[in-house]
């Protein structure tokens, strides 16, 4: 998985809990992304960093924060979890921006009851 | 609204065949194409990319790509059961608004090769 990992790997929480992803690399790639992926609509982004402190929203964002304090490192926060959030979470890197790869992690499966 | 689009399947194909797949995809400023697997349970993994027009051949895949009719397809020679998997085509489309690239996901093509 390209150095990539994920924590934690399973998840199962509560509606109206905040609940925090973690993405760690060990590429020392600059890009960083966070997507779900949910049956009849594939992957669909949510949040991305190009660096240090600097993030931008993707086509999900609502109900989603990121942030990004180490190059290493990338959080996803739920800020208080929904069932319409039961998903599974894939953070992804990439070396530049631009139209280049994305390597993905292995995934986080949340569940929200 | 950029879309991918790929045929859901399932496509089945008997082992030692030729696996053909398919996606089309909406901007002809599109620059680069990935294909994707995924295993079931798995995260996407990603074994071609193409940038230009015509094949690219990585072991027993090929790439196709042809930007004026805005089609990538993914050629699997000699399938094997292994190669059983959801295979999902990703378009970098140039986003104005944002002035940066995004990557869209088609919803994915599920081959099963048949012992």
């Known amino acids: 998985d390209a150095g990539i990992t994920q924590s934690p790997r399973h998840k199962v929480t509560e509606t109206g809990t905040p609940v925090t992803l973690r993405c760690h690399q060990t590429e020392n790639h600059r890009y960083m992304y966070w997507y779900r992926q949910d049956p009849g609509h594939g992957l669909r982004l949510i949040h991305y960093?190009?660096?240090?402190?600097?993030?931008d929203k993707g086509e999900v964002s609502d109900g989603y924060s990121v942030s990004r304090s180490k190059t290493e490192d990338f959080l996803l926060t739920l800020e208080s979890a929904t069932s319409s959030q039961t998903s599974v979470y894939f953070c992804?890197?990439?070396?530049?921006?631009?139209?280049?790869?994305?390597?993905f992690g292995p995934g986080t499966r949340l569940t929200v009851t | 609204q950029k879309e991918v689009e790929q045929n859901s399947g399932p496509l089945s194909v008997p082992e030692g065949a030729i696996a053909s797949l398919n996606c089309t995809y909406s901007?002809?400023?599109?620059?680069?194409f990935f294909w994707y697997r995924q295993y079931s349970g798995k995260s996407p993994e990603l074994i071609m990319s193409i940038y230009s027009n015509g094949d690219k051949e990585d072991g027993r895949f090929t790439a196709q790509l042809n930007k004026a009719s805005q089609y990538v397809s993914l050629l699997i020679r000699d399938s094997q059961p292994s190669d059983s998997a959801t295979y999902l085509c990703?378009?970098?489309?140039?986003?104005?608004?944002?002035?940066?690239?995004?990557?869209?996901f088609g919803k994915g093509t599920l081959l099963t090769v048949n012992p």
């Open positions: 990703a378009v970098n489309f140039w986003n104005s608004g944002g002035s940066n690239y995004k990557l869209t």
């Open positions: 901007d002809r400023v599109s620059q680069s």
């Open positions: 992804a890197i990439s070396s530049a921006g631009g139209p280049y790869e994305q390597y």
């Open positions: 960093s190009y660096g240090v402190k600097d993030t």
